[in-house]
Nanobody
Framework: QVQLVESGGGVAQPGGSLRLSCAASGRTFSSYNIGWFRQAPGKEREFVALITRGGGTTSYADFVKGRFTISRDNAKNTASLQMNSLTPEDTAVYYC????????????????WGQGTQVSVSS
């Protein structure tokens, strides 16, 4: 079982940046595909980005392409989401998720989740 803890959320101005981290403990982090999701008030949880076990493949939702970058450091058991050019529409609770088998955009297919970190973008 892997445990995930997100950090790095906060308040940013439009056009600003934040870097989210997902720290993992427990089983071998490198055996898990990692996904980032977000959920805004009154909305369903939506896919943001994912990265495969070794970091060789990444995928992004269209609305973050060119602005967000997902990465991982298996030696440090962490995954990160660098978020640039933030807009108020990026305001949400951001979650990291992990799964040893699944690699995709469906939130309900990931077996392990962190508690989330709030990102607020406002002037």
């Amino acid at each position: 079982q892997v445990q995930l803890v997100e950090s790095g959320g906060g308040v940013a101005q439009p056009g600003g940046s934040l870097r989210l981290s997902c720290a993992a403990s427990g089983r071998t982090f490198s055996s898990y595909n990692i996904g980032w999701f977000r959920q805004a008030p009154g909305k369903e949880r939506e896919f943001v980005a994912l990265i495969t076990r070794g970091g060789g493949t990444t995928s992004y939702a269209d609305f973050v392409k060119g602005r967000f970058t997902i990465s991982r450091d298996n030696a440090k058991n962490t995954a990160s989401l660098q978020m640039n050019s933030l807009t108020p529409e990026d305001t949400a609770v951001y979650y990291c998720a992990a799964d040893q088998r699944y690699f995709g955009i469906r939130a309900n297919a990931y077996h392990h989740w962190g508690q989330g970190t709030q990102v607020s973008v406002s002037s």
